[in-house]
């Protein structure tokens, strides 16, 4: 391409050439005057002849040699055919270039969408890899999830149910033994009062066992019910409700009390002022009835009985 350019350019200089010469030619035929003799002292190389800068008239034009003129117009042919040739090849270029340039973008993006497709194959393999090959199995796994989830909170508040249940009935046992003992004590408290009312002793002693029956073993309910042998004349009995009443209760005064009437009555008097003076010890309100007990009468003549129980006017009083 670089040669056919340069032809070109040569081919353009030559024409030129030749115009600019073919006027200069033109006025030599026609007998332009010579040098002047003025100039005859020049050397012919040193001398140039005049140029003519007038315009070109049209007859003008055709004094050129054939032979010039037909080389001329050959090379003029020449050179707009190489020309029309450098405007084809350049189109030819500019198009490859064009194609080049839009196939490039098809390969850009079809390499693209490739590229895509083997991101998206490639994740759709990482995820069946992991178990999550499709949207059903996807939602199944939720749904497998929030069924353990659900599972777990139900048992969960299905084992705080049972414990709270098992609370709640614990403490409506409590509640339950609470009113069952404020009833017995209800129903204590009026068997004591019904018996502080009755005077017969074997009246008193039903009532007394029916107090034991709600409340067995009760230290205070034998000492009465001892109290209430003793006014039946029964001192082996009471005797016994006493021994009874201080091995369950070794610090009940009224015991110790009871006990020393029955052993004053049997004829123990040894026994019978031991416990009369542990009675005392233990309780001072014990001093004030020991005075006017009936089963006593054996032993007020003793010494030891007076000094056990001391001034009767100073003694507190019984409760």
């Keep these: 391409m670089t040669s056919r350019f340069e032809r070109m350019v040569a081919g353009i200089i030559v024409m030129m050439v030749v115009l600019v010469s073919s006027p200069v030619l033109a006025q030599d035929g026609m ?4 040098a002047t003799s003025g100039t005859s002292g020049t050397s012919s190389g040193d001398t140039l002849p005049p140029v003519d800068f007038r315009p070109i008239e049209a007859g003008e034009r055709t004094n050129m040699p054939p032979l010039m003129e037909r080389y001329v117009l050959d090379e003029l042919k020449a050179l707009r055919t190489e020309m ?33 497709f083997y991101f998206v194959a490639a994740v759709g393999a990482l995820l069946t890899m992991l178990g999550w090959q499709s949207l059903r199995e996807l939602k199944s796994s939720v749904r497998n999830l929030a069924d353990t989830e659900l599972r777990r909170l139900s048992e969960e508040f299905e084992t705080r149910l049972s414990a709270l249940e098992d609370e709640l009935r614990q403490k409506s046992m409590v509640i ?3 009113q069952q003992e404020i009833e017995n004590t209800q ?4 068997f004591w009062l019904q018996a502080n009312k009755v005077t017969n002793p ?16 009760d230290p205070e309910v034998m000492a009465y019910k001892a109290d209430a042998a003793l006014q039946l004349g029964d001192r082996d009995w009471a005797l016994s409700l006493c021994n009874r009443l201080l091995a ?6 009224n015991g110790y009390y009871q006990r020393a009437c029955a052993n004053a009555g049997l004829g123990y008097p040894e026994a019978a002022l031991a416990d ?3 009675a005392v010890a233990l309780s001072d309100a014990m001093r004030q009835p020991a005075w006017t007990e009936v089963e006593f009468e054996p032993l007020r003549n003793l ?13 507190a009083p019984a409760e």
């Design 31 to 34: 007998g332009a005057a010579p």
């Design 303 to 315: 010494r030891e009985f007076a000094e056990i129980l001391g001034n009767p006017e100073s003694a």
């Design 202 to 217: 074997r009246s008193k002693i039903e009532i007394y066992d029916k107090i034991l029956e709600l409340s067995p073993g």
């Design 276 to 278: 009369l003076q542990r």
């Design 187 to 190: 129903t204590i408290h009026a």
């Design 84 to 116: 029309q040739g450098m405007r084809a090849e350049l189109l030819r270029e500019v198009v490859n270039r064009q194609l080049e340039a839009i196939d490039k973008a098809i390969s850009y993006s079809s390499n693209t969408v490739t590229y895509f």
């Design 248 to 253: 369950e209760a070794p610090d009940n005064a």
């Design 176 to 178: 339950n033994d609470h």
